[in-house]
């Protein structure tokens, strides 16, 4: 919180809607059984479109705070970086990866266990899929956390203050 009567300035990339497109892989992965691989593709375009606008934006933001004092670049690199990297292992990579194997496993599962056509199984596979993205999110974001903390950010001793 600022001081009274200051207003908090919004995050476009982190407070509202703009969050759910770096998630785009995420539905592209769960429909991978229902839809062309370039709609998945696309979707990946999305996501990484979004994680390289917040980092662009996390740079602007450490540039602007920095002000002329030394060392301004490898300030604006490490807001960057960490923020590139945070976003595309949390947003793209893990939560693609993970969503893919689960897409994957229960169609698997689905064909082994049922006699229901595959137009059905597909459409289980990607409500499945669907339905796991809210429950994956935070566990995927406090691990990534956990892992740049521990690696990462100590190269350059930012542990909180380059959290995105």
Not at 17 to 46: D, K, T
Not at 85 to 105: D, E, K, M, Y
Not at 118 to 136: C, E, Y
Not at 139 to 144: E, F, G, K, M
Request: with cysteine.
């Amino acid at each position: 919180m600022g001081q009274p009567g200051e207003q908090e300035k919004v995050d476009i990339y982190r407070d509202t809607w703009v969050r759910f497109l770096g998630y785009a892989n995420e539905v592209g992965e769960a429909f991978r059984a229902l839809v062309p691989v370039a709609f998945v593709w696309a979707s990946y375009g999305i996501s990484t479109a979004y994680v390289t606008a917040d980092a662009v934006d996390k740079g602007k933001k450490a540039a602007a705070a920095h002000g002329d004092k030394p060392g301004k670049s490898m300030s604006v690199g490490i807001a960057v970086v960490d923020t590139f990297i945070w976003q595309s292992l949390a947003s793209v990579i893990i939560p693609g990866f993970t969503i893919n194997r689960l897409c994957a496993a229960s169609l698997l599962l689905l064909r082994k266990t049922t006699r229901w056509p595959l137009p059905m199984r597909k459409w289980t596979t990607t409500a499945i899929g669907l339905s796991a993205i809210p429950v994956i999110i935070t566990p995927i974001d406090r691990s990534v956390d956990f892992l740049l903390d521990a690696t990462l950010r100590k190269l350059y001793g930012a542990e909180e203050k380059h959290k995105p």
